[in-house]
């Protein structure tokens, strides 16, 4: 199931603002608690790239991710 979350993203410490238009995919076997919690991560941890990954369907992937251009990842985050 697909999720659309509007967020209206406010993190005065870093200085983002942003009008967040999230989807998020509910893999079966995840309760939503844990959906939510991705989204939350999501949205604490906002910047460019910042991309959902195949998480529980593929477990040597991390929830969220951010990669380079070339492939390498930058940030991992496991909820």
């Not at 199931?1 to 893999?27: K, P, T």
């Not at 939510?36 to 910042?50: K, N």
């Amino acid at each position: 199931m697909i999720y659309r979350f509007e967020i209206a993203l406010a993190d005065v410490d870093r200085s983002v603002y942003a009008d967040l238009d999230v989807r998020a995919a509910q893999h079966p076997s995840e309760d939503v608690p844990y959906l939510l919690t991705r989204v939350l991560a999501f949205a604490l941890e906002h910047r460019d790239g910042l991309a959902f990954s195949k998480g529980l369907s593929d477990g040597d992937e991390p929830a969220l991710w951010q990669r380079s251009g070339d492939g390498r990842v930058l940030l991992w985050i496991e909820v």
